[in-house]
């Protein structure tokens, strides 16, 4: 719903305020009533951005990605599976940031945790047709922006995915042009958040590789290490012992679809990462 861990923890925190404050023992169903109040204080946060309420939302920075190593194990590993099957990528996100609040709340409780619309409306003071409508506004433009990964199996998804990120990763470090056009659509969108305010976005195939090659080539020491982010395909840079980039990927038949770079210094200071990703193996 927020894109942001902190605003996600701040969320959480605020519905606990309100539950210790009531009679827990009065509420008939506890989980529509936490879905109501989860959703209302999302929905004030989210209209507390300064921005027009029925105005679309302009991107201005990447959701916060979430880095889990993929599992030893593969996808036989539980957490790894659970991953796979529930993500919301970081493409996606992206796109849910240019729905209004409203939109965006709608969308996001009906299409991803089966919310009635009747319990929507009323967290928005509206009916469910008006919901409804809601939910069908993002849901045309979340589709328009081909965001999202088609369905498989966990393990073909799993395995898909993987060899695009290595195929990816070797051909940048090889200054392979053709090989990285291979694993790219031509119509890819890059998206680069370098903590400006404002994020970079870089259209086809050829371009992208180039940005690619480029990095690859000015940054001596800069490796890259396969990680699931949000639950999807993508990656880990490292430069220098140091944290340089997040990267998510959106694959669809066997390329590379969107490509969302964190370079944010400050936000990736943030992160807590493995101390694996830095070691001599990367």
Not at 9 to 16: I, S, T, V
Not at 99 to 125: C, K, Q, W
Not at 144 to 154: C, E, I, K, L
């Amino acid at each position: 719903m927020l894109g942001s861990t902190t605003e996600a923890d701040d969320a959480l925190q605020e519905a606990w305020v309100r539950l210790s404050r009531s009679n827990a023992s009065e509420i008939d169903n506890l989980k529509a009533w936490l879905v109501t109040v989860v959703g209302r204080v999302a929905l004030n946060m989210l209209r507390s951005r300064k921005r027009r309420r029925e105005e679309p939302l302009e991107a201005h920075l990447l959701p916060d990605p979430i880095v889990v190593e993929r599992a030893e194990g593969g996808i036989d590993d539980p957490e790894h599976e659970a991953l796979l099957s529930d993500s919301v990528g970081l493409a996606l996100l992206v796109v849910l940031e240019t729905l209004t609040p409203a939109e965006r709340l709608a969308y996001v409780l009906h299409d991803m945790f089966s919310v009635p619309f009747e319990e929507i409306g009323a967290i928005l003071n509206r009916s469910p047709e008006a919901a409804r409508q809601l939910a069908s506004r993002g849901r045309r433009r979340i589709r328009s922006a081909h965001t999202t990964t088609p369905h498989y199996s966990a393990e073909a998804a799993a395995h898909q995915q993987e060899e695009v990120v290595e195929a990816f990763l070797a051909a940048a470090r090889d200054g392979d042009f053709d090989a990285l056009l291979a694993v790219l659509d031509p119509e890819i969108v890059e998206r680069v958040d370098t903590g400006s305010g404002t994020i970079l976005e870089v259209r086809g195939a050829h371009n992208v590789a180039r940005r690619a090659m480029a990095a690859a080539s000015q940054r001596d020491g800069l490796v890259g290490r396969p990680a699931l982010i949000n639950g999807a395909a993508g990656w880990v840079s490292v430069l220098d012992g140091e944290l340089y980039a997040i990267c998510a990927l959106t694959v669809q038949g066997g390329r590379i679809t969107t490509m969302d770079i964190l370079l944010d210094p400050a936000r990736l200071a943030g992160l807590d990462l493995s101390a694996d990703y830095f070691d001599s193996r990367l």
